[in-house]
Structures are given as C-alpha cells and as structure tokens.
C-alpha cells in the first residue's frame, strides 16, 4: 500500500509544482455575491450556504491547477451545525475535483479524545461519506505523543497523513516555540521524525509532514536539516509575507522540484480581486489570474533554484 | 459588569464546592440503553441522538449539584453536522439547568482563524441561540499571544472566561511541556498571567485560567504560585489517577473553600455503572452516587486543608 507521502508525490508531480490553495472564507472579504454570509439579518443556515457556494466556485478554480486544497474549519464552525453541514459539503465537492483535501483544523487532546478528532476528521465515522473526510490534517503537538498517536493508527492502514505545527507563520510564534536552547521547535521537529519513522514511502517521506511558516526563510533550511523525511505545509505565502525565492530549502530534489512540500495561499488568491491591479474584474477571473501567478513564480523559483544546485 | 472570575465564583459558593462534571460521551462505554450510539448499522443521526439523550440524563445528575459541566466536542464531531446539532443542544439544556458550560474544544489558531472561533465558540454568531453557546472554553497556547487575543477581547466584554493549556494530565505531556529550563509550562504560566492582568474581578482572579493536571500533585504548589490570578482546571480527578488530597495547594481561601479553581470527573461519574461495586445497578444511580461521592470527598479535603492552614 502507498502511503500519505508517495500519494502526494504522485498528485503534484501531475500538476508539476506543490502549490497548495488554502480556502479560507473570510466573511468581510467575500465578493459581493456572497455578502449574505455576512448578514447578521439572514438565517444562520443561508450564511452558511454562501460559504458554501464561494468555496465551490474556488474549487473551481483549483480543479486542475493544483494538487491540494487546505479548508480551515473555523470560518464553517462559525455558522455552527449549519457550518458543518457545508463544511462536510466542501470537502466532498474537493475530492469530485479530483483534488487532496487538508483540513485545516489544528486539533490536539489526550489520546481517548483524540482518538475521537482522528475517527471523525481523518478516517471517517461509519455513516458518514467517506468523500467528506479529510486526506490529511493539520495537528497541535502541545500534548506530546499520546496526543498523536490515534492519528498515526489511522495513517499506517490508509494512505492518509498529519501535518503537525513545528514553527507557525504568526507574529507571536517565536513566544513559546522559541522557548529553550535548543528552541523548543527542535524539540518538536525530532518528535515528528520519530512518529514519521515507520510510516515513509518510496518517496523517503513519511505521512507525519511539518507545519512551518514561510515568513521565517532564514530558518527554512534549518528547519530542513531538522525534519528530513517530514513533508513541509509552508503557510504564509503571499498575504503573510512569504516570497516564493525564499521556498529552495524545502525542495531539495532537482530532478523533482515538487518534492518535500506543499506551499500554501488563501487571501492572495481567493480574495486577489481587492487588489488595485484587479479593481473593477470579477473576483474568479482575479483569483484565477493569482493562482497562476502564484504557481509560476514557485516553479520557476524551484526550478531557478535547480539551476544552481 | 462583573466578569469570569466572578460568576464562577458565585456559581461555585452557591454549591459550596468546586467540582465540575465532564461530559466525555465514550460510545464504548456508554450504558445500553444508548447502545444505538455505537452501531455502524444505525443512522449517523439516529447514533448523534443517543449521544444526545444520554448527555440529557447527565446533565439531570448535575443539575443543582455542581456549578458548571465540561462537554468534550471531539466527541460530538465524531457524528460530523449530526454530531454538532446535538453539541449545540446539549450547551442549551445545560444553561436550562442553570449550569455553567466550559466547552472542552482546546483550539487555538493564528490570529484571523482564531477570531471566528472565538465567535463561534464563546462570543455567538448572529443567528446562532446565545443559549447553545458556551459560557468557557480551554484553548491551546502553542501559537502564542495573538492566537488568544480574540478570546480575550470576548472576555473583555461580557462575563464569560478562558482556560489555557499549561501542564495537562495526559501520559506524555511532559515531552514538550518540560521542555527548557525553566520549562515551557513556566513560559505559558506567565503569558496566562499577563493575559489575564486586565481581566480581574473582584475574587482577585481573573478570566483567563488555566489547565493543570491533577496527575502532577507535587507540582500543584509550584502551578499555583506560578499562576496566583488564574482560576485553574483540574482535570484527570479519578479515573485519571488524581486525589482528592492533592487538590489543597490550588484552593488557598480558607474562607471560600470553593475559590481557586474546578475539579473535573468524566468517566468517574459518567461510567460508574461500570464499577464492580455498582454491578447492577441502574447507569444514572451509580452515576449520581458517584458525584455525590466526588464532591464530598473534595469538600471534605478542602476543609481539611482549611484546618492545617
């Protein structure tokens, strides 16, 4: 069986570049259409429905561009019962575009409730549609191994994978993750090599991928040398700061520029049509125009950084 | 207007003790009448409304005996938007019982994600009913300062209150929360300190609190001097390991032999059927028995304290 790491080699090695498209339905940055989802006067049920519609438009969008979409659970837990109904819709609709789906979700709780978050999120409750369940998951390490462990289960019988959080992209990351010499990162990144150790592809990486911001590129390559067999989710592009020429140390492979990570943008492309270059086109077409953008100034950075390797 | 630290306070003195009861629905261990729970064959609606009814019957146990009740979302999410109709209905019956509603849901997110879950969580969405939010939440802190400060703005402006990772109970936590000298637990005591310098009532507390294993007596002292204004959680009473005896050093108001924190049971209370010494009996007999105990037992051990001091 292949696991979470060659099934991801394979899907961007088919679209040729790892670019991730996080959807992230800001409500005061939704296109007009959509302004009902932030209409404290609508139904609860009509808002979420918006939602629903704008991610279905972005996964239009997606489909064929790239190999993953990343939807983050708070702005559909917003709208409650309501929102995860759409939720749970988004992600069916992902998979019929043939596209990886990483829930942005962040969970972590000791191990009999964890086991929970892994059945519900990550392997699928019977009775609910195997189509609506996640590929891969973002998790809090805080808790330590136990906390991890029912999700390495659900990896090591399927070919699904966690991106644990090692070095986030926000302002206030250095507080605690910086915490200790070595840095409590470090101590972070050798736990996530060890629960990847028995669960790696051909591709010489493991279904337990890292979460690592972007907008820290000095310590990219640092935080390569620590996680060799994690597969990278680098937030952070574009909106937060991240420049694509600061991406070659997460992609060591010059023969496989797409290899050792996904690099993911939610506001820059979904919401491009606030730009001024944009001013006046229609929200799709900008972030249509942005995503392309977006995935040829990474290839060409990871293939510039072929040139000189 | 009074905040967090100051409802509980009430809520506590009024029952004269600290005790908090989890709602940690376990589909495996839940009693037969709700055995539809864990049937692959039932309807994920039909499963979600077992978890529902038995929450129903715990909370008829709670009423009037403690002041709040600590659901587990995880396993609500389990059943996906099934799953989350019943959470939202089970934090409504809680509030008609008059009980205080602390939403185990340990998010914790970058600072825009980590608005609309303070929103969905603890503020209330329009459209949602303010009853089926909560009243407290425990949050994660690996993200650092703006990752909280959403919440803390909802704290800011309304009596409802935050509990933040610090040292929990589970196996491994010591793997990252040990971390450095001082260890990393140290580092969150003080930013839950500095969080919560302007939100103090007048207990002296303030509504940021923060989670702290019981399973760590010898360090209970050492938490509470660390943490002298946050209300603390202490879950892993009972089936956990922790003691009654243990729990002094975090209660130090002899007068208000209440103050200073909650004490949580789950599966202590909520599957005492299971115990050889209720063999037989009824499931929600057992369980009322069980809290009776719990509850006497901590009172008994805080007015023990009260004398040595």
């Given amino acids: 069986m292949t696991g979470w790491a060659d099934r991801l080699d394979a899907a961007t090695a088919a679209v040729g570049h790892p670019c991730l498209l996080g959807l992230d339905p800001h409500l005061d940055l939704l296109p007009e259409p959509y302004a009902v989802a932030r209409d404290p006067r609508a139904s609860r049920e009509e808002r979420a429905d918006a939602v629903g519609a704008f991610c279905h438009e972005l996964l ?25 109904r759409v939720w749970e819709d988004v992600v069916r609709t992902a998979h019929e575009h043939d596209l990886l789906v990483i829930g942005d979700v962040k969970r972590g709780d000791i191990s009999s409730t964890a086991a929970a978050y892994a059945t519900a999120l990550l392997e699928g409750t019977p009775g609910t549609d195997p189509a609506a369940v996640c590929d891969g998951l973002t998790l809090n390490p805080f808790l330590g191994s136990d906390s991890l462990a029912p999700f390495l289960r659900v990896c090591e019988g399927t070919d699904k994978g966690v991106y644990v959080l090692v070095r986030t992209s926000n302002p206030s990351s250095s507080e605690l993750q910086l915490h200790g010499d070595p840095p409590l990162w470090r101590a972070v990144a050798a736990l996530v090599e060890r629960w990847g150790s028995e669960l790696r592809g051909t591709s010489g990486y493991s279904a337990v991928g890292a979460v690592v911001g972007a907008t820290h590129p000095g310590e990219l390559a640092e935080l390569r040398a620590a996680l060799p067999h994690a597969p990278l989710l680098l937030p952070g592009y574009g909106a937060q700061g991240g420049k694509a020429g600061d991406l070659a140390p997460a992609f060591p492979h010059p023969d496989a520029p797409w290899r050792g990570g996904l690099v993911n943008s939610s506001r820059g492309i979904a919401f491009a049509y606030r730009s001024p270059e944009e001013a006046g086109a229609p929200w799709k077409d900008a972030a249509r125009r942005a995503l392309d953008r977006m995935i040829e100034e990474v290839r060409s950075a990871l293939s510039a950084s072929k040139r000189s390797t």
């Fill in 60 to 84: 239009d969008v997606a489909a064929g561009r790239v190999a993953a979409v990343k939807p983050q659970i708070a702005f559909f837990e917003l709208f409650g019962a309501d929102g995860w």
